[in-house]
């Protein structure tokens, strides 16, 4: 069965600091993997998606992901946070042709202006 | 509608009581999702329709829990004798066909809380 370990539950940081969030999963086949976002008060929304190709994705609001095949990670990066992104963060997975999309527990971020 | 619409936001009952959860999917979304998220979880895979059909439904918990789409468009998750470990927020989401199984349009969900 596929898993998601998210390792931090909440971070805090200052507007302007550089962020990642570490996401590992466990599968044996391929994979597509995701982050969703929910802001306060919002429903989940999709940041960004890794199908194929590059491993290293960008998505909305200057987030990108990095996919490390050999440490089966996916983490969450943006060099530098503002208030706004202060959210929710769930990275999931699914394999290849799976309808079912495996989250993680989430990592609440908090940005202090 | 312009997004996934659940009714009701929020739902208090009793154990051992039915319950039904709506969800309007987003016009011409022929995939539909039911998710469940406990507090302090992410949200657990629960059913999957495409069209009017369950194509995979083994994330239900158990027999108290059903869900129909019977026109391929409005789903309705239904719940028996409710327990209080059913409480949570239930999540819908829809894509447009079942190439975009991950890139799912969520609702803002239903809390159910059974006391």
């Known amino acids: 069965a596929q898993s998601v370990s998210q390792h931090n539950h909440h971070v805090i940081l200052s507007e302007a600091a550089s962020l990642e969030l570490g996401c590992n999963y466990s599968y044996g086949g391929t994979v597509n993997l995701f982050w969703y976002v929910q802001y306060p008060g919002q429903h989940l929304q999709l940041l960004l998606k890794y199908f194929s190709g590059d491993p290293l994705v960008k998505g909305i609001k200057g987030f990108e992901a990095e996919f490390i095949k050999s440490k089966f990670s996916f983490n969450l990066r943006k060099p530098s946070v503002q208030w706004s992104d202060t959210a929710e963060y769930f990275c999931a997975v699914n394999g290849a042709g799976s309808y079912q999309l495996t989250f993680g527990k989430g990592t609440k971020l908090s940005v202090i202006p | 509608g312009a997004g996934v619409s659940q009714t009701p936001s929020n739902k208090v009952t009793e154990k051992g009581k039915y319950v039904e959860l709506r969800c309007d999917p987003i016009?011409?979304?022929?995939?539909l999702y039911w998710y469940r998220q406990s507090l302090g979880q992410g949200p657990e895979f629960l059913i999957y329709?495409?069209?009017?059909?369950?194509?995979?439904d083994s994330g239900l918990p158990n027999d108290r829990f059903f869900a129909v789409r019977p026109e391929g468009s409005v789903s309705t998750l239904k719940i028996q004798r409710t327990e209080r470990g059913d409480s949570a927020v239930y999540l819908c989401?829809?894509?447009?066909?079942?190439?975009?199984?991950?890139?799912?349009?969520f609702g803002e969900g239903s809390r159910l809380t059974v006391l």
């Open positions: 989401a829809s894509s447009r066909d079942i190439s975009n199984t991950g890139e799912l349009f």
């Open positions: 016009s011409g979304h022929t995939a």
């Open positions: 329709f495409q069209g009017t059909g369950a194509a995979d």
